[in-house]
């Protein structure tokens, strides 16, 4: 059945009913060929001609056009039209049996069938609609006359009475049909932008399931290398291959929890957008014009910040931690047995050596380049472009493939950094410290609190937490640097992601005492 907007459009201006042979004006209006005859009749030696709608001027007789697509429309229409007894209203007029009314008259409060609609008054206060029984909605309730205005300062819809002698007199008032359409382009231009937020949120979920697939496949890859390498193992080792496989699945409810928690969290808000845009979408198709207007304005609804800000919790859960998943078993394997050859991922690689070439004045570094001790004595080193103005030491090696680990003993310094950085980074001024700057990224303890930090973003890591001894691990296919503290049980403290474009040196800087790079592992993929 046609909506009730799409009836309208269907009918004459001039005889307010449905098109017979439609034809259209130069200005695009269209009208039943027998009723612009009889205008364009009445206009003969006026000068002019107008649409009756636009008031569009032409001075020669305008040619009418039959418009063959509307034509087809009103056809189809008409064919398949639904019994008018369905809607129950009846023409007033027909007593002696019930005949289906065309239209209602508002200022009547009756409803017409066809016939008696042709003789029904065409004077302007007979304001026609589609039949309806609720006339009485349509008036004014103190003065009983028909609604014909809008008062915008009110946002009431108002008869004459009330804009010339009443509570309303001298307000900005606007037509009906006027205010109508402007609340309806809103209405519009609301369903457009949740349109637009329902088929992001649609794509959001995609991605988000093709994440979640992602970490699922992953977690099934280390669970499938895992076993493998198990299944060489005698049963003492029954217990290790416990302990592995169940970190591997806590990391995987962790990163996958969240991804699944949102996507419910989007799937509710995609119904709830959908039934917004529903009833948008009947306040649209109605053709009663106060209760569109009544209907409160919904422009509040396209506000992203808050989808924005839960879209995007979900990166900074991260990956599956494979440093930790391959850590613990590394070091469950070298209590069973040591001396064994582990083919997990893991033997020792060249040592990392911290360059005195770079240290600061205030830095000594130990003979075999693995501490760095803060020293009241300024060493009158050279300064060169390599050596840094603050207390800082990077290493000799550059990583630019591959996965590494490197750990630090800092339970001999209460002030420090560990990181890494690029090797363009700045040697001199504030914005050479580690993790105060684009080109590094450490975590850091100051003031009895440990953080972590980049471009000068600081993240504060929980009050209670105590670090001894540091990793730091690499990634730098992935892109990720990650920090643990080794107290037992291993705990990992974040991860950056980031798209590495230079190679990365091991860095520190020491605000007191001494810390020492105390083990350095290159790891191997699993053959």
């Known amino acids: 059945m046609a909506s009730p907007d799409l009836r309208q459009e269907l009918d004459c201006s001039i005889c307010l009913s449905i ?8 200005c695009g209006h269209n009208f039943c060929r027998v009723c612009i005859d009889r205008v364009l009749d009445t206009q003969e030696g006026a000068g002019a001609y107008t649409c009756p709608d636009c008031r ?25 039209r639904p019994d008018q007894e369905e809607t129950g209203i009846f023409c007033t007029y027909c007593v002696d049996s019930p005949v289906p009314a065309a239209k209602s008259c508002l200022l009547c409060e009756a ?4 016939k008696h609609l042709r003789v029904h008054s065409k004077s302007a206060e007979h304001v026609l609609c589609d039949p309806t029984t609720a006339l009485g909605n349509r008036k004014c309730s103190v003065h009983k006359k028909v609604l014909e205005y809008y008062c915008t300062e009110d946002a009431a819809c108002i008869c004459v009475s009330c804009r010339l002698d009443g509570e309303h007199q001298g307000h900005q008032v606007e037509m009906l049909d006027e205010a109508t359409e402007k609340k309806k382009e809103k209405l519009r231009n609301v369903l ?3 349109t637009t937020m329902r088929e992001d949120n649609e794509k ?3 991605s988000l399931q093709v994440r979640r697939r992602g970490h699922q496949e992953k977690a099934a890859d280390v669970t499938e290398r895992v076993t493998a390498l198990f299944r060489d193992i005698r049963r003492q080792l029954e217990d290790l291959e416990k302990r592995v496989l169940s970190e591997i699945s806590s990391q995987e409810q962790r990163v996958s929890l969240p991804v699944s928690d949102l996507i419910r969290q ?3 808000k995609k119904d709830e957008l959908s039934r917004k845009m529903r009833h948008i979408e009947e306040l649209c198709n109605m053709s009663d014009p106060v209760t569109v207007l009544q209907e409160p304005d919904t422009g509040d609804l396209c506000d992203t910040k808050d989808r924005k800000r839960r879209y995007s919790q979900v990166y900074d859960v991260g990956c599956l931690d494979v440093g930790l998943i391959s850590e613990t078993l590394h070091t469950g394997l070298s209590d069973i047995i040591r001396g064994i050859n582990v083919c997990f991922y893991m033997q020792d690689a060249t040592d990392i050596v911290l360059d005195v070439t770079t240290a600061g004045n205030n830095v000594e570094i130990s003979g075999d380049g693995k501490t760095a001790s803060w020293s009241r004595i300024y060493l009158h080193r050279p300064v060169t472009p390599q050596r840094f103005e603050y207390d800082q030491v990077i290493s000799t090696r550059r990583f630019s493939s591959g996965r590494h680990y490197w750990e630090v003993d800092v339970s001999k310094s209460v002030v420090w950094r560990v990181g890494m950085c690029y090797t363009s980074i700045d040697r001199r001024g504030d914005q050479s410290y580690i993790g105060y700057n684009t080109k590094s990224w450490c975590l850091c303890r100051w003031n009895n609190q440990h953080s972590v930090s980049h471009d000068s973003k600081e993240i504060r890591l929980p009050h209670n ?4 001894r540091v990793r730091v691990y690499l990634d730098y296919g992935a892109g990720q640097l990650s920090f643990y503290s080794l107290r037992d049980p291993i705990r990992h403290l974040h991860t950056y ?28 993929e699993l053959s």
């Open 497 to 524: 992601t980031a798209a590495l474009t230079e190679p990365l040196h091991a860095a520190l800087w020491v605000g007191d005492g001494c810390i020492t790079i105390v083990r350095d592992w290159d790891e191997l």
């Open 266 to 268: 989007l799937e509710i």
């Open 56 to 80: 569009a001027e032409c001075q020669e007789r305008p040619a009418l056009i039959q418009n063959i697509p509307l034509c087809n429309i009103v056809g189809r229409f008409l064919s398949t």
């Open 465 to 468: 937490m105590t670090c001894d």
């Open 19 to 26: 098109y017979t042979d439609p034809v259209t004006l130069r």
């Open 192 to 194: 457009q932008k949740l």
């Open 111 to 114: 409803s017409l069938c066809d």
């Open 204 to 206: 959001r979920v995609h």
